[in-house]
């Protein structure tokens, strides 16, 4: 059940703000809150939590024990520094108003997001896959319809601000995890 917990809370925080929710909040803003738009963005992010989930199975097989702990700070890094480096923009242009075309979009922007990273991560380190891949797509699924619910929440300053802070906490959260399994700290 931690891992559940714990990957919960980390998706929920890290995913906040992410380009996934901007594309969703952009399209829900222009559009209306069409349910076809939701329905995509939930299967988009229940298919893209349980891939993080079935490649962390796989490498939670391939990796001994020690070396799993390691694994998860490099992943939780780099949620972090995704968090912190890439800025989604504020209203992404949709051309056209296409699901196919959506769901195209959010597969190829959550496949190296920081939410994935961190179901990823978490399911290795704490060598649970599926508990952090159905709490994963779970908070995925509760971001996505929050941001095709209310897209106006997004718009707000502090939601950036939120993103880098979650960023830098999962970064200093890697290195923690890091030199701890080296014995330095």
């Known amino acids: 059940m931690p891992a559940f917990y714990l990957t919960l809370i980390a ?10 929710q901007m594309t969703i909040a952009g399209l829900s803003a222009r559009q209306g809150q069409r349910p076809g738009v939701l329905l995509v963005a939930l299967l988009s992010a229940g298919l893209t939590a349980a891939l993080a989930a079935w490649v962390a199975g796989i490498m939670l097989v391939q990796l ?10 490099i992943a939780l890094g780099l949620a972090g520094l995704e ?16 699901l196919g075309a959506l769901l195209l979009v959010l597969l190829t922007s959550q496949i190296t997001d920081a939410p994935r990273f961190l179901i990823f991560g978490m399911g290795v380190g704490m060598a649970a896959p599926i508990a952090s891949g159905a709490a ?35 970064v200093v959260a890697a290195l923690v995890l890091f030199l701890r399994e080296f014995s330095i700290l």
């Open 136 to 170: 994963g797509g779970l908070g995925a699924a509760v971001l996505a319809a929050m941001a095709w619910a209310f897209p106006q929440i997004l718009d707000n300053p502090a939601a950036r601000w939120v993103r880098q802070i979650v960023g830098l906490l999962l």
């Open 83 to 98: 968090s912190l480096i890439l800025v989604p923009h504020r209203r992404p242009a949709e051309p056209t108003n296409s």
């Open 64 to 73: 001994p024990p020690p070396a799993r702990a390691i694994f998860a700070a």
């Open 11 to 20: 998706v929920l925080l890290a995913g906040f703000g992410a380009r996934d």
